[in-house]
């Protein structure tokens, strides 16, 4: 089985939101992996107002290794 390495990851999940035009900071990181899901973080651009308080203060993005699939992650 092909694995992705993290650079993959993570341009697979920077193409996701830019076709989506979010708004997110760089780099991100790698999360959580659950099988052959992995969660990627991005912080929000507002989260650098220190007199702003954003809940929650990231993006999340799964990226499926094995089908290259891409996914957003609803936060409450």
């Given at each position: 089985?092909?694995?992705?390495?993290?650079?993959?990851?993570?341009?697979?999940?920077?193409?996701?939101?830019?076709?989506?035009?979010?708004?997110y900071?760089?780099?991100?990181?790698?999360?959580?992996?659950?099988?052959?899901?992995?969660?990627?973080?991005?912080?929000?651009?507002?989260?650098?107002?220190?007199?702003?308080?954003?809940?929650?203060?990231?993006?999340?993005?799964?990226?499926?290794?094995?089908?290259?699939?891409?996914?957003?992650?609803?936060?409450?």
């Open positions: 089985m092909y694995e992705m390495t993290e650079e993959e990851i993570l341009a697979l999940a920077e193409g996701y939101l830019s076709a989506r035009k979010s708004s900071i760089l780099p991100g990181k790698l999360g959580e992996r659950v099988g052959d899901k992995i969660e990627v973080i991005f912080l929000k651009p507002e989260t650098l107002d220190p007199d702003i308080i954003i809940d929650p203060p990231d993006i999340r993005i799964l990226v499926d290794i094995r089908t290259k699939e891409v996914a957003w992650v609803y936060q409450m």
